[in-house]
């Protein structure tokens, strides 16, 4: 189980940094990835570390930065430049095989953190 946190109100234009950890493992074994959910629309990927690799979506490209603190068994999502349309449920998710981009693909996951960026 992991756990997401950081989540909050922002303005346009501002930044936030999101959580993950777990106290189920050390996290730098895993794949983690951060995905998204508007109300009313599909879970979507947004970034995932592989090791040192990372990989990003051509919406965030640029904005966001995942990296990770293997002291404190966390994985982090820096959110720059946010906008509106950023606004979503944010969940973190880890994999023990590839780093892919579907939802099935990630066999562990948390419960989530409300991102709010206002216009």
């Known amino acids: 189980q992991l756990q997401a946190s950081g989540g909050g109100w922002v303005e346009a234009g501002g930044s936030l940094r999101l959580s993950c950890t777990t106290s189920?493992?050390?996290?730098?074994?895993?794949?983690v990835a951060w995905f998204r959910q508007a109300r009313g629309k599909e879970r979507q990927w947004v970034a995932a570390?592989?090791?040192?690799?990372?990989y990003y979506a051509d919406l965030v490209k640029g904005r966001f930065t995942i990296s990770r603190d293997n002291a404190k068994n966390t994985v982090y999502l820096q959110m720059n430049s946010l906008k509106p349309e950023d606004t979503a449920v944010y969940f973190c998710?880890?994999?023990?095989?590839?780093?892919?981009?579907?939802?099935?693909?990630?066999?562990?996951w948390g419960q989530g953190t409300q991102v709010t960026v206002s216009s």
């Open positions: 998710a880890g994999t023990s095989g590839i780093i892919r981009t579907a939802i099935s693909d990630y066999e562990y």
């Open positions: 189920g493992g050390a996290l730098s074994n895993y794949g």
């Open positions: 570390l592989r090791s040192t690799v990372t």
